[in-house]
Each structure stands twice: as structure tokens, then as C-alpha cells.
């Protein structure tokens, strides 16, 4: 009875999925074939005429080269509270009296870690989170870390702008913050 079972089932393959399976595979071939192919083909040919196609074929190469690029992600660190500075007295208290000028009259603000502070670039932040030279992103803009703050703990973070103006009318916002990291390239 398993004998029967079987030529039944072999017979069926052969007269029901084999025909099927080879068109597949010759249509596999032909497209692999034709991917190779640099000029068009005779559009009709004769019934039972060969064609040299090997004039036809352009000639590849198969590279297995692997990417080393790296492939940066973006990591979000949650949400911070944002609030904003200038580096007048009453965003610096002591810190931001007698302040040298530069040669348009403005006053120089450096920064905890000695550079200058730039609007648009500097941030203060907790540099037990957020170490000095700490690139994060917020709204898609990039602000490194270069200054701290007495009151500046946790995820908190204080955005230096140029004028006080422009600081208070900042405010304070909620916003996701973000680093970027290397990650292997599994190309």
C-alpha cells in the first residue's frame, strides 16, 4: 500500500509541479542571462535557427568587497528640560560681570572649559551626564557641550544665545535629545 502511495505521489510531481518548477528555474536563467546582455538582441528569428549571442554578452565582474564605512544611528537620550542663557550678570551672576569686550564692543563669553561661546554651538549641561565636548542634537540641530551650571543637573540642559532677549523669549521646553553612534556595517 505505501508503494502505491508513493508512485501516485511521484507521478503527480512529475505531471503536476515538475513542469511548474522548470519554468520557474528557465525563467530565473533567462533573466540572469539577459541582465548580461550589452546590445539588443535580433527581435525574430527563424524557427529552428540558432543565434551567436556570445558577441552580444558583456563581459562582468563579481565583487565581493564589504562596506567599511561606518554607519552612524541616532540614540535618544529621553527628554531634557531645555532652558536658555545669555552671558549677561543675570544668566551668569558673578560671573558675568567685567566680562572683556571684543573689538565690536561685545562682551566675551568663555565658557567653564575655556572656549568662546557661540550661539547656535554652546551648550551647559550636567558634565557628570553630559561630559565637556558632548555633540547632542535637539530639533535636529547640533550643540556641543562646553559649559556647566551651578543649576544645570540631570537632564536638564541650557542653550547659550547672544543676547538675553532671545534667551528669555526661549523659554523653557521639553524637547527628546539625541547622540550619535558608530555601529558595525553588516553590509
Known amino acids: ?30 533573466i540572469v542571462s539577459c541582465s548580461a546582455i550589452d546590445e539588443p538582441l535580433p527581435e525574430t528569428v527563424a524557427e529552428g535557427a540558432s543565434v551567436d549571442i556570445t558577441e552580444h554578452i558583456k563581459q562582468t565582474t563579481a565583487s565581493t568587497a564589504i562596506s567599511t564605512e ?23 551672576g558673578k560671573w558675568g560681570e567685567n566680562r572683556t569686550l571684543d573689538e565690536s564692543g561685545k562682551p566675551i563669553v568663555y565658557t567653564a572649559n575655556q572656549t568662546i561661546a557661540k550661539e547656535g554651538v554652546t551648550i551647559a549641561a550636567d558634565i ?28 536638564k540642559i541650557d542653550i547659550y544665545f547672544e543676547s538675553h532677549q532671545a ?21
Do not use: W
Open 1 to 30: 500500500m505505501m508503494m502505491n502511495y508513493s508512485k501516485n505521489m511521484k507521478k503527480r510531481f512529475n505531471k503536476l509541479l515538475l513542469p511548474g518548477l522548470l519554468t520557474v528555474i528557465i525563467g530565473i536563467l533567462v
Open 70 to 92: 561606518p554607519v552612524i544611528e541616532q540614540v535618544s537620550l529621553g527628554e531634557y528640560k531645555l532652558t536658555a542663557y545669555c552671558g549677561c550678570s543675570k544668566c551668569c
Open 128 to 155: 557628570s551626564v553630559l561630559p565637556y565636548g558632548t555633540e547632542v542634537i535637539i530639533d535636529g540641530h547640533r550643540y556641543i557641550v562646553q559649559d556647566r551650571g551651578g543649576s544645570i543637573t540631570g537632564n
Open 167 to 187: 534667551a528669555l523669549e526661549f523659554g523653557v521646553q521639553y524637547k527628546e535629545v539625541f547622540i550619535e553612534r558608530e555601529v558595525e556595517n553588516n553590509d
